[in-house]
């Protein structure tokens, strides 16, 4: 039976290919379809077929990584309201722009198990869209976006009241958001989103597991949002770095494991907005990198009942911000005897544990007024901001209340694995001749100096 | 043959030979040889320190090095500028070296030329010595950096080096004793380095000043608009500089850059030229 369908559906190709060919019409995809019969495979043969195809039985379509779909820049690439549909090596073009209609490369509605995999989406409004499909799977995908300002984009993926669906394996470049809402114990592992507004957004989606992303050089890497039991980890958020640029913000998100992952040269390295919620709740931050960013964690004021331990604090301009200076008690910087590494500790390990004999402070002065008067951050590393942290040190009447008191500093870095990341390393050819270029001037100044001068000796 | 004193005229040859005595003179200088070994040193071990962590998946490979050599120059660049350039009038004026120097056929505007020209190269080697050194070092540790900002980080220090030395040659010129020009020009540079950002800083606290006037405010400085020109060049943005930061993009845009560095370049041609005017207006030697 199946297999008569598949041969059915390519004489269909091949047939609507021949007649096609003189007109260069796309194929009526549509029409395969409709005759396929339910549940069968139709293989397409490489080519271009139409799109605004609606998919209302249960069918997998696999198109060899060679067909591809093009909806004309009107309305969906492919529509599916049946269960257990399959799209499967497609190409996947130029959908409608309206964001009324949420055209979508593929949008799912009512379609449970629907399977996207090694598809390419170009020139697309949203991507995949998945409503009510629960325990839908979006793998291996590669997703392009439209060329518009950043308001009228859509989003790469986006997942609406759709339980357990797995996000594996995508790459997501240039949307809006690949935001998850109202679904529960969803799956997100090594997908890379990057160069969107919010890498990757979760508004009330509990319980899923987000690990091994790569969430690079979008305005915001991932945003949390009213989400519980969140598990995140081995994820390299880098290069996240617009107006508001955070690498992770948390709002309102309780239950968060947040660990191992690497957050690098963004402008807020982890921004905590009223996390967790819940009086009886801590949120958990394990064995961390958080480098180069501006602010390495960002606070707003009385955010409590996040406990760090085992992270590693590299470089940040700042190393951790309150926003606008207020009250900032009640996170816990050990655990059970182990602290975290702070670059700028300047203590010191006599016995040899591993441990800082003297707690790790954070009570620069310079920082704080930063954090007050955000203007301030014009003059940050300059001497004369030096010279006031320095003041504070000699006079203790001007030394702010420390933000930040670890019990139990790591003197030595943790071990740091490398994770992968788009960021071009730099060759150092460059830089060296440069600088014998400019020693040799250096050389050929004080040489010209020594020799001899007409009339002059 | 007769040696007319032509004043306002001005011969490249004999500007260019004055220009090498002066270098070679400041050569000679202990203090150039002290502070150029200290620039060349503090930058050396300043890329040192900065750089055994800094490599994460390509991230501030150069940036926090970057940021300490700034931080460098903008201390040291304008103290050597400032009181070599303090020196040479006041100080040749004081031993009588110009009027030794003006018993030749030379004129006024030729010696202050020369001396200026030859004090720029003295600074020169100096500053490229310890970008060089510092950029070897670099490489040596295994570091890398953009050629092209480490470039551009080391000309817009030889310029405000040129621009300092000028403001030197400006204090040296209203003094006659080289003990006040020097005491003159480390208040000058007690002042660009710390007190007028530390001013701009507490009006802007006091006051709430308005992020356009504190960014003009700090701008008029050059050691401001240096850093800013460098931060631009390495950060790729002052965003980072929060709220005034923010307004200097959205207001310039990509015509930054230029006012920076006008900024900087204004600062090297205006108080030169006062200089000389004062100096060639001269009364006695």
Redesign the interface.
């Known amino acids: 039976m199946r297999r008569t369908a598949v041969v059915l559906g390519a004489v269909f190709a091949l047939t609507s290919l021949a007649t096609a060919g003189a007109q260069s019409q796309p194929i009526d995809l549509q029409a395969l379809v409709d005759a396929a019969p339910s549940g069968s495979v139709v293989t397409l043969v490489p080519g271009v077929y139409a799109g605004n195809v609606v998919i209302d039985k249960p069918l997998t379509i696999d198109g060899g990584g060679l067909a591809v779909v093009d909806a004309g820049g009107d309305g969906n690439g492919f529509e599916i309201t049946a269960a257990d549909v399959t799209l499967r090596g497609l190409t996947i073009r130029d959908t409608g722009d309206s964001l009324d209609r949420e055209n979508a490369g593929v949008s799912g509605r009512s379609a449970s198990r629907m399977v996207v995999e090694d598809c390419v989406f170009q020139n697309v409004l949203f991507g995949v869209f998945a409503r009510q499909s629960p325990d839908a799977v979006i793998r291996n995908n590669v997703i392009g976006a439209k060329d518009l300002d950043l308001g009228r984009r859509g989003d790469g993926i986006r997942v609406w009241e759709t339980s357990g669906a797995q996000i594996i394996g995508n790459t997501v470049d240039g949307g809006r958001d690949s935001v998850m809402w109202y679904s529960d114990n969803l799956i997100v592992d090594g997908n890379k989103f990057t160069n969107g507004r919010y890498g990757l957004h979760f508004m009330y989606s509990h319980d899923a597991t987000i690990t091994n992303n790569v969430l690079e050089g979008n305005s915001v890497g991932g945003f949390l949002m009213y989400s519980k039991n969140l598990t995140f980890t081995g994820n ?1 958020i ?2 996240n ?1 617009g ?1 508001s640029g955070y690498g992770l913000g948390m709002k309102e998100v309780d239950g968060a494991s947040v660990r191992d992952n ?1 957050f ?2 963004n ?1 807020i390295g982890v921004y905590f907005d009223y996390s967790p919620i819940s009086y009886d709740v801590t949120n958990h931050f394990v064995a961390n ?1 958080v ?2 960013n ?1 602010v390495g964690l960002m606070f707003l004021p009385n955010v409590e009942r996040n406990a760090f331990t085992g992270n590693a604090f ?2 940040n ?1 700042e190393q951790v911000g309150v926003s606008s200076g207020g009250e900032f008690t009640g996170n816990i910087w050990s655990v059970d005897g182990v602290g975290n590494h702070w ?1 700028d500790f300047g203590g010191y390990d006599a016995d040899g544990d591993g441990i800082g004999d003297i707690p790790y402070k954070l009570d620069d002065l310079y920082s704080v ?2 954090d007050t ?16 942290d320095m003041a504070a040190h000699l006079f203790p009447t001007l030394r702010p209340r420390p933000k930040v008191v670890d019990e139990a500093p790591l003197v030595d ?1 943790p071990q ?1 694995s ?2 992968p ?1 788009g ?6 050819t ?13 050389a050929a ?2 040489a ?3 020799s001899r ?4 000796r | 043959m007769t040696v007319a004193v032509a004043r306002p005229q001005i011969e490249a040859g004999t500007v260019v030979t004055i220009a090498r005595k002066e270098l070679r003179d400041s050569v000679r200088n202990k203090w150039f040889w002290l502070y150029a070994i200290a620039f060349a040193g503090l930058a050396g071990v300043l890329t040192t320190l900065a750089l055994p962590s800094a490599r994460v998946a390509g991230y501030g490979a150069f940036g926090r090095s970057a940021s300490s050599l700034v931080a460098l120059v903008q201390l040291i660049v304008p103290l050597m500028g400032l009181t070599l350039g303090a020196q040479a009038l006041a100080g040749q004026q004081e031993r009588g070296t110009i009027r030794f120097l003006m018993s030749h056929p030379i004129s006024r505007s030729e010696a202050f030329i020369g001396m200026y020209l030859g004090l720029a190269a003295a600074l020169s080697a100096a500053i490229a010595a310890g970008f060089g050194s510092a950029g070897v070092i670099t490489v040596m540790r295994g570091g890398a950096a953009d050629a092209g900002s480490f470039a551009r980080i080391a000309i817009l220090s030889w310029i405000l080096a040129a621009a300092m030395l000028g403001v030197g040659m400006l204090v040296s010129a209203f003094t006659s004793r080289s003990g006040v020009a020097s005491g003159s020009a480390l208040f000058v540079w007690l002042g660009l380095v710390f007190l007028g950002d530390l001013g701009v800083m507490g009006t802007a606290l006091a006051t709430d000043l308005p992020v356009g006037a504190l960014f003009f405010s700090a701008v008029a400085n050059p050691v401001e608009a240096f850093r800013l020109a460098t931060l631009t060049s390495f950060e790729g943005s002052l965003d980072v500089l929060g709220p005034a930061g923010t307004y200097a993009v959205d207001s310039f845009g990509s015509a930054l850059d230029a006012l920076l560095i006008s900024v900087l370049i204004l600062w090297v041609i205006v108080p030169v030229t006062i200089a000389w005017y004062r100096f060639t207006r001269g009364k006695d030697l």
């Open positions: 390299f880098g290069g770095s107006p690497q690098v040269g402008r990198l480098a180069y501006e590299i470089e301009r670059d007024l930063i008067h955000p203007e301030m951050a014009f003059f940050a590393d300059t001497p004369a901001a030096r010279a006031v870095m740091i490398p994770r990341s960021a071009t390393t730099i060759e150092s460059g830089l060296l001749g440069v600088s014998l270029a400019l020693l040799a001037a250096a100044i004080v010209l100096s020594r001068i007409g009339g002059l």
